[in-house]
C-alpha cells in the first residue's frame, strides 16, 4: 500500500496531480495519459497511473482496476481511493465470490469499454463488493482487446448526481481511456509470454552448451549473475540489463560449433588453433541472430572479445565503438577465466585477477567498467 500526501493535476515535478476542473483540462490529461500507456511497459506504471488519472479526469472519488487471470477469477491488480489519498496494488487474493457474480452478468450484458451503472439492477451488498467501500454510485467497464476478456475497470462516486453520470457514460471520456488501457494490457500480457518463449530458448540453448562443454556451462551461469549486477552498478535499464543477462548466458554458445580436439585440448592452443576458436563469437551471434525476443543481444555475443584499444576480435573494434553490453561482458568474462583457471593457465586468486584488471583498464578494458566491477567485488 502506497501512501499520497497531495494529488495535483500533472505530472508537475514532484509527481503528483491536480484536479482537472472543465473539458479542456479533460481532454489535456487524457491526452497526456494516452501518451503515458503508449510508452509504459510496466502493470504497475500504467495502472497507477491510468487509476489516478481517471479519478481526476471525472473527478471521481476512486477507481480500480480488476484483471480476470488465467485461474477463470479477477484479481485487484490496482485501486485508487481519493479521499483516502491511498492506492491499493497486487491484492493476492480474488474479488469476493458475490462481486464475481456481478462481473460475469456485466459482461455478458454489456459492450466492452462502455461504462455501465449497477444502480438498481443490483443490491447494496453486490456494489460494495465491486467498489471497496459501503455506499456511493459504482460503474464498471469491461476491459476487452482482440476479442479477449481482460478485466474491468471499476469508477466510483460517493455522492453522485445525473451530471456526474452524464459525464461518465456520454462524454467518450471512459471509453477511450479503457481502451487504451485494454491495449497497453494486452500488449504487456503479450511481451511477457514472449519474454517466457525467449527463456525457454536461451534455457534449451544453455543445456545444449552444458551437453557440449560443461565448464563453459558453469562459467556462462556464474558470469551472467555478474554482469548482471556490474550492469545494474553501471545505471542500465531493466531491458539493457535483462539483455547483458541473456548475452553473457549465452556468450560461449558459439564452442558447440568448435570440434573437440580444439575445445577439450588439454594444453595450450596452437595458431591454427587458436584461429578456429576465435571464431565461436561469431558462430554464436548467427545462432542467435532471427531468435524471438534475442535478436538485441547478438551483437553482445559477437563482440564480447573486443577490446578498447582494437586488439581484440574479431573486428578488432575500438572503445566506443564496442557496446557498453559486451564491454561488461569482457571485464567478467576475463575475470571468470582468471580466477577459474583453464586447462592452459593455472588460475589466480581474486586479489591477482583484479590487479590484473586494473593494469589493463583503458588498454584492453573500459576503465569505468573496471572501476564499478572492482567496487562490487569489494
Not at 487524457?30 to 504497475?44: C, D
Not at 551461469?221 to 548466458?249: F, R, V
Request: include cysteine; hydrophobic fraction near 40%.
Amino acid at each position: 500500500m502506497t501512501h499520497y500526501v497531495d494529488v495535483v493535476h500533472g505530472p508537475s515535478h514532484t509527481g503528483v496531480f491536480l484536479p482537472a476542473k472543465d473539458s479542456i483540462d479533460r481532454w489535456s490529461s487524457l491526452s497526456n495519459l494516452s501518451r503515458f500507456l503508449l510508452e509504459s511497459n510496466t502493470f504497475h506504471d500504467y495502472m497507477e497511473r491510468t487509476v489516478h488519472s481517471v479519478v481526476e479526469i471525472l473527478n471521481l472519488d476512486f477507481s480500480r482496476v480488476l484483471l480476470l487471470e488465467p485461474n477463470g477469477h479477477y484479481y485487484c491488480r490496482m485501486a485508487y481511493y481519493k479521499d483516502l489519498k491511498i492506492v491499493q496494488h497486487q491484492m493476492d487474493t480474488p474479488e469476493p465470490l458475490i462481486a464475481e457474480h456481478v462481473y460475469q452478468k456485466v459482461a455478458s450484458l454489456q459492450q466492452a469499454l462502455v461504462p455501465y451503472y449497477l444502480g438498481d439492477s443490483f443490491s447494496p451488498e453486490e456494489c460494495m463488493a465491486c467498489s471497496g467501500i459501503p455506499f456511493g454510485s459504482v460503474w464498471l467497464v469491461q476491459l476487452l482487446a482482440n476479442s479477449q476478456n481482460l478485466g474491468f475497470l471499476v469508477l466510483g462516486k460517493t455522492d453522485s448526481t445525473m451530471v456526474y453520470q452524464y459525464l461518465i457514460e456520454s462524454t467518450h471520456l471512459v471509453d477511450l481511456i479503457a481502451g487504451q488501457l485494454s491495449n497497453a494490457i494486452l500488449r504487456v500480457k503479450l511481451n511477457d509470454r514472449l519474454n517466457s518463449t525467449t527463456l525457454e530458448i536461451v534455457q534449451a540453448l544453455t543445456k545444449a552448451l552444458e551437453v557440449r562443454d560443461i565448464q563453459s556451462s558453469l562459467h556462462s551461469q556464474q558470469m551472467a549473475s555478474l554482469s548482471t549486477q556490474l550492469a545494474n552498478q553501471l545505471g542500465c535499464s531493466e531491458k539493457e540489463s535483462l539483455d547483458i543477462y541473456w548475452a553473457a548466458l549465452l556468450h560461449d554458445i558459439g564452442k558447440i560449433g568448435v570440434e573437440d580436439s580444439i575445445l577439450r585440448k588439454p594444453g595450450p592452443l596452437t595458431k591454427k588453433e587458436w584461429l578456429i576458436m576465435k571464431k565461436h563469437p561469431q558462430i554464436g551471434a548467427k545462432i542467435i541472430q532471427g531468435m524471438t525476443g534475442l535478436d538485441s543481444i547478438a551483437p553482445l555475443i559477437l563482440m564480447h572479445h573486443e577490446r578498447m584499444d582494437g586488439s581484440g576480435y574479431p573486428k578488432g573494434l575500438k572503445g566506443d565503438q564496442i557496446p557498453l553490453g559486451a564491454r561488461i561482458i569482457a571485464v567478467v568474462d576475463s575475470y571468470s577465466a582468471m580466477v577459474e583457471g583453464r586447462n592452459y593457465k593455472e588460475k589466480l586468486s581474486n586479489l591477482e585477477a583484479l590487479e590484473e584488471l586494473k593494469r589493463n583498464r583503458t588498454k584492453l578494458f573500459d576503465p569505468e567498467v573496471v572501476d564499478a566491477f572492482i567496487g562490487m567485488i569489494y
